[in-house]
């Protein structure tokens, strides 16, 4: 009896600690702790609309930092997504007002987007130059393509036709929240069940072991960056489903919170060890804090300096369940 009690002990001791090895999970118990604070101290904050609202406002950032995802998981970088957002939107925006209907509008987003990801893949693969100074750089270019394109005036007049992807439900459930989560399920597919997924975890974790086991390390990285094009094109169509408009600005600074989402979600910013689980949970944390500040009346001035602190306490939490279960730091 005693040595099946210890038996028992020693199972739920073993899936504790495999949980705790999981790279998402310190920050799925931070979720589900300030989860819990804020549904006692912020009225409102558990209401149903309140919650399908916080996954709303994250899908734009959510569907970014899964692509996001396989280029840090490569042992890449990409901070371009904020400039190219803009530019998708506005590319997609002028194509939404022109035909009103999704398709093309959605396409024209897509297409852009991957042409952008393909020239920050091509020259990180084949001009060997530091993904850092590629992305920069084709941060600021796209700024300045952008004002060249609209002059400085806004996308306005969006016809409800090509704004599906943000107004529309299936089943009482937003169409921003279903595309999160249909992105969410296809890049888990590609995560455990493709070559790519894997060799992306390889390139990641060790480029010239990767690179003797024959492993294309060139290709791997292009489709990565392809890949971000690709989700941001499909985000540029929900953001502008929601907004109804597109302002020249638009995407300024998310970058940043993409890469924290990623980060803090437990995905190593050295790359080969993560998962797309980590990257929705960083999103879904971020979107939860700043909900939780608005129902708090947090002012404006002091949700980037707590937000910022809170991201801190997370990635030290990774640090503390790291020690705890006996991985290098």
């Keep these: ?57 994250v899908a734009v950032m959510g569907v970014i930092a899964l692509a996001v995802n396989q280029v840090i998981l490569a042992g890449e970088i990409d901070i371009s997504m904020g400039s190219m957002l803009g530019l998708c939107a506005i590319v997609a925006g002028t194509v939404a007002v022109a035909t009103g209907s999704l398709l093309p509008t959605l396409l024209a987003g897509v297409a852009v987007g991957a042409a952008a990801g393909a020239v920050n893949g091509l020259l990180v693969t084949l001009g060997r130059i530091p993904a850092i100074i590629v992305t ?19 996308i306005t007049g969006v016809p409800r036709e090509a704004r599906v992807l ?38 990641g974790g060790n480029r010239s072991a ?18 971000v094009g690709v989700a941001v094109g499909i985000a540029s169509v929900i953001y502008i489903g929601r907004a109804g408009s597109v302002q020249t600005n638009t995407g300024a600074g998310l970058e940043l919170r993409v890469i924290a989402a990623v980060v803090v979600g437990g995905t190593s910013i050295a790359g080969g060890r993560g998962s797309p689980l980590a990257a929705l949970t960083g999103a879904v944390l971020i979107g939860v804090i700043l909900n939780g500040l608005v129902l708090l009346d947090v002012p404006g001035v002091w949700q980037d300096a707590v937000l910022g602190s809170l991201i801190l306490l997370a990635v030290a939490t990774d640090v503390l369940r790291r020690r705890l279960i006996g991985e290098k730091v």
């Design 1 to 57: 009896m005693s040595g099946a009690a210890a038996a028992v002990r020693e199972g739920r001791g073993g899936l504790l600690r495999r949980f705790l090895a999981r790279p998402e999970a310190p920050a799925l118990i931070f979720l589900c702790v300030l989860v819990g604070v804020f549904s006692v101290v912020a009225d409102g904050f558990l209401r149903a609309s309140n919650l399908e609202g916080i996954l709303a406002q």
């Design 166 to 203: 943000g107004l529309g439900s299936l089943l009482g459930v937003g169409a921003p929240v279903l595309v999160l989560f249909a992105c969410y399920v296809l890049m888990e597919l590609v995560h455990r069940h493709s070559g790519w997924g894997r060799d992306v975890l390889a390139v």
């Design 210 to 227: 990767a690179r003797l086991a024959g492993i294309p390390v060139d290709r791997v990285r292009f489709w990565a960056f392809v890949l």
């Design 136 to 154: 920069l750089g084709m941060l600021y270019a796209l700024r300045g393509v952008i004002l060249l394109i609209t002059g400085g005036d806004w």
